[in-house]
C-alpha cells in the first residue's frame, strides 16, 4: 500500500466532514454501502455520547470512483453532519453581518452556551496549544477541528483502505495490548509526573 495518503477537512459542528484518499489503485469495487458498514460500527463504540443518537452517518463518495469501481484518481468522501441545523449561524462560513453578529452577541448574554466564545481550555486536549499557535481568543477555533468527531472522516478513509487490502489479501490486524483497570488508574495518578511520563506506550522508541 506505498503512496496510500489521506487529509481530512471539517469541524464538528460544521456542514460536513470530509476526506480525500490519494495511491488507491484504479479498479478496486467501492461502493457508499461498503464504507457505511465500518462507520455504523463507530457509532457502537465505546462512550458514545448524545452526539451519536443525533448523527446517521454515511460517507458519500464524490469522486475517483465510477460504476462502483475506483478510477486511480483522488478519492473524496464527505460525511455530512445533521447537527450543522443546530448551529448554521455559530459555525457560518461566511462573514457575519452586523445583525447576524449582534444576535450572536444577544443569545451569548442570554446564556446560550453555543454562541459564547470559548476560552475556558480542556486539560489535555489541543485547545492551548492550538490557541496559542494561531492566535485565537475563542477556542472554538481548535476544539471544533481537534474533536472526536473529526475521527468520522479517519473512519470513512481506513474502510476504504481495508477494502483495498482485502483485495490484495492482506489483512489490517488489531488488538488491545491490556486494559487498566479503575484501581491501576488511580495508582497510575498518583505517580510522580516524571514516572508517568516514562510508561513506554507514551514514549516512541529512537530509530
Not at 33 to 58: F, H, K, N, P
Not at 192 to 201: G, Q
Request: hydrophobic content about 40%; proline content about 5%; charged content about 30%.
Amino acid at each position: 500500500m506505498a503512496g496510500f495518503r489521506f487529509l481530512t477537512a471539517g469541524e464538528s459542528h460544521g456542514q460536513s466532514l470530509g476526506a480525500i484518499l490519494e495511491g488507491v489503485p484504479a479498479g478496486l469495487p467501492l461502493t457508499a454501502e461498503l464504507i457505511a458498514s465500518d462507520l455504523a460500527r463507530r457509532q457502537r463504540g465505546y462512550g458514545r455520547g448524545a452526539r451519536q443518537q443525533i448523527e446517521r452517518d454515511r460517507a458519500d463518495i464524490v469522486s475517483g470512483v465510477r460504476h462502483g469501481i475506483t478510477l486511480g484518481s483522488p478519492i473524496l468522501l464527505l460525511v455530512r453532519n445533521r447537527d450543522w441545523e443546530n448551529w448554521t449561524r455559530v459555525m457560518q462560513v461566511e462573514p457575519l453581518s452586523e445583525d447576524e453578529a449582534a444576535e450572536l452577541t444577544v443569545a451569548a448574554e442570554g446564556g446560550d452556551k453555543r454562541s459564547t466564545p470559548v476560552t475556558r481550555l480542556r486539560p489535555g486536549h489541543a485547545d492551548l496549544a492550538g490557541a496559542i499557535k494561531y492566535d485565537f481568543s475563542d477556542v472554538r477555533n481548535v476544539l471544533e477541528r481537534a474533536s472526536a468527531r473529526e475521527t468520522a472522516a479517519r473512519v470513512a478513509a481506513g474502510a476504504v483502505a481495508r477494502a483495498w487490502a482485502s483485495r490484495s489479501g492482506r489483512s489490517l490486524p488489531r488488538s488491545v495490548a491490556s486494559r487498566l483497570t479503575p484501581r491501576d488508574r488511580l495508582a497510575r495518578a498518583r505517580r510522580p509526573r516524571n514516572r508517568r511520563c516514562a510508561v513506554p506506550i507514551r514514549r516512541p522508541r529512537a530509530g
